[in-house]
């Protein structure tokens, strides 16, 4: 069983850059893709960004592209998410989820079997 503990999270101010971290324990994660989600308050979880097992290939929503980057690595099980101009809407609690194994990186939630608690993320305007 993996377990997936989200850290950097916190209170930042519109167009300043945050770094999210997934640090996973009890399997390595090399091997699965990787995504990072995030819910909004009175809002569905939605898609932000994944990566593929080695990193080649990543995917953002249109709201994260060009502002936001994905990384990985796996010698340190661990999965990034580095936010750049950050926005209002932006704000948060951003979650990072291990993809099925040997599968492709993906844009929904059931493409993903395990999930870390979250760690909250708030944009000031």
């Known amino acids: 069983q993996v377990q997936l503990v989200e850290s950097g999270g916190g209170l930042v101010q519109a167009g300043d850059s945050l770094r999210v971290s997934c640090v996973a324990s009890?399997?390595?994660?090399?091997?699965?893709?990787m995504g990072w989600f995030r819910r909004a308050p009175g809002k569905e979880r939605e898609f932000v960004a994944a990566?593929?097992?080695?990193?080649?290939?990543?995917y953002y929503a249109d709201s994260a592209k060009g502002r936001f980057t994905i990384s990985r690595d796996n010698t340190k099980n661990t999965v990034y998410l580095q936010m750049n101009s950050l926005k209002p809407e932006d704000t948060a609690v951003y979650y990072c989820?291990?993809?099925?194994?040997?599968?492709?990186?993906?844009?929904?939630?059931?493409?993903?079997?395990?999930w870390g608690q979250g760690t909250q993320v708030t944009v000031s305007s």
């Open positions: 989820a291990r993809g099925r194994l040997l599968a492709h990186p993906g844009t929904s939630d059931a493409a993903y079997d395990f």
């Open positions: 009890g399997r390595t994660i090399g091997i699965y893709p």
């Open positions: 990566i593929s097992r080695n990193g080649d290939l990543t």
